[in-house]
């Protein structure tokens, strides 16, 4: 079955770039989201189609993805955006990372 | 497009769990609307979803005890997964999903399975 693979922690400093990272088998041939599911909350979807950001998602959230590889960036990181963030691809039903932990310290 | 969970919060061992989604907001048709859940310092587990006409998918690993139906008349869809022990505990969401996206999501349930 297929798999994504996603590091299980990142630490920055605030105002600092996040890159979190997605890996599968050509990952880049499928459409990837993310989700940011702060403790306690329910989880808020980030990015869909790899690249596109739901209305309300600040515009220091992108995405891209090539190859093996998605992305999830977060320009300029606040506090507020320590969370666990979970990518997402299709298979024949919805394949998601094991989540990175973001600390913003 | 609102989302709420409901159903009891504890569950003893070996019984069936029963959640039910509501929505409001928005029309129960024309979505697919899926189940999740988180267990303590684990990831995110798709538990299955169904679409508005009937037609369902359930996580290979999870589908010999669930069934997901859908009643359009109450804008409401509900999991039952029967046979439950303690690896079951977790907070339950309800979620929309369009196109391979998850768009809106429940605040989640905590269900505990204990004697």
């Known amino acids: 079955s297929y798999e994504v693979t996603q590091p299980p922690s990142l630490s920055v400093s605030p105002g600092q770039t996040a890159s979190i990272t997605c890996s599968g088998d050509?990952?880049?041939?499928?459409?990837v989201c993310w989700y940011q599911k702060r403790t306690g909350q329910s989880p808020v979807l980030v990015i869909y189609?790899?690249?596109k950001r739901p209305s309300g998602i600040p515009d220091r959230f992108s995405g891209s993805s090539s190859g093996n590889t998605a992305t999830l960036t977060i320009s300029g990181t606040q506090a507020m955006d320590e969370a666990d963030y979970f990518c997402?691809?299709?298979?024949?039903?919805?394949?998601f990372g094991g989540g990175t932990k973001l600390t913003v310290l | 497009v609102q989302l709420q969970e409901s159903g009891p919060g504890l569950v003893k061992p070996s019984e069936t769990l029963s959640l039910t989604c509501s929505v409001s907001?928005?029309?129960?048709?024309?979505?697919?609307w899926s189940w999740f859940r988180q267990s303590p310092g684990k990831g995110l587990e798709w538990i299955g979803y169904?679409?508005?006409?009937?037609?369902?998918n359930y996580n290979s690993s999870l589908e010999s005890r669930i069934t997901i139906s859908l009643d359009a008349s109450k804008n409401q869809f509900s999991l039952r997964m029967n046979s439950v022990t303690a690896a079951d505990t977790a907070v339950y969401y309800c979620?929309?999903?369009?196109?391979?996206?998850?768009?809106?999501w429940g605040q989640g349930t905590q269900v505990t399975v204990s004697s």
């Open positions: 997402q691809a299709w298979d024949i039903s919805p394949v």
């Open positions: 050509n990952l880049g041939y499928k459409f």
């Open positions: 189609k790899n690249n």
């Open positions: 907001g928005g029309s129960i048709s024309f979505s697919y």
């Open positions: 979620a929309r999903m369009m196109d391979q996206v998850f768009y809106d």
């Open positions: 169904i679409y508005y006409n009937g037609i369902t």
